[in-house]
């Protein structure tokens, strides 16, 4: 993101006039979200002066040395008590793609975009350099996600970077985690690659609304004119 994160964490950079974090706050709050919580770690103290309404701070002391999974699992006193929404800060997306999340019937889901390749061709010269395997099953089971695609026509879709959580969900997490002798340093991508191979149920859900992911600011360029998959 170069410049536009300098002084601040990357979910305040703005997006159609107003910051990542207050799009994802409003989805959320509109999809029935009751309290919203936040792991800090880049920056964490721009969140003291930011005018963000949240219930709870979490932080991640260690977040130069870790990654994903280490800042959502300082959020486990939340976790292991009731269900959860977890989303990347990094994404827009609509009230609709969240609802249809907390309305999913499993103890761990996510949601994607089977539609996804438009919106990749405007931010990647080569799609496949960065789009990654992605298979689900006739009753939404995930069967394979995070690989190295060769094929545009072998994904299914991508995952967004929104998730869902039940306790039983989390403890199952726990246990997949505890199996590893370092987990600290695991991305979410390939904590959900290691939960398929150890034998865990996750769902995907399917969006058909607007969404996008900013990794770069050719991402926020692309994606601030706006983009509908139908």
Do not use: H
């Not at 997306?93 to 999913?104: N, R």
């Not at 019937?105 to 949601?111: E, F, H, N, P, S």
């Amino acid at each position: 993101m170069g410049v536009l994160t300098e002084d601040r964490p990357k979910c305040f950079t703005e997006f159609k006039g107003k910051p990542l974090i207050n799009w994802q706050i409003e989805a959320l709050t509109t999809s029935g979200v009751r309290d919203i919580a936040v792991v800090r770690g880049y920056l964490s103290e721009y969140w003291d002066r930011a005018d963000v309404r949240v219930s709870r701070y979490f932080d991640n002391p260690r977040w130069v040395e870790t990654q994903m999974v280490a800042s959502l699992a300082c959020a486990e006193e939340w976790l292991i008590d009731d269900e959860c929404i977890v989303s990347y800060s990094d994404i827009f997306y609509t009230a609709a793609s969240a609802k249809k999340l907390v309305a999913t019937a499993a103890d761990i889901a996510i949601t994607y975009d089977p539609r996804w390749l438009d919106l990749w061709r405007r931010r990647f010269e080569d799609p496949l350099s960065d789009a990654e395997t992605f298979r689900i099953g006739d009753t939404g089971k995930l069967l394979e996600i995070g690989g190295k695609a060769n094929r545009v026509e072998d994904i299914q879709g991508q995952y967004m970077g929104l998730l869902k959580f039940t306790p039983l969900g989390w403890r199952t997490v726990r246990s997949y985690l505890g199996s590893l002798a370092k987990w600290d340093r695991l991305d979410m991508t390939s904590m959900l690659a290691g939960l398929l191979r150890s034998g865990a149920d996750v769902i995907a859900t399917p969006i058909d609304d607007q969404w996008c992911e900013i990794d770069s600011a050719r991402d926020l360029a692309v994606s601030s004119g706006g983009r509908r998959v139908k």
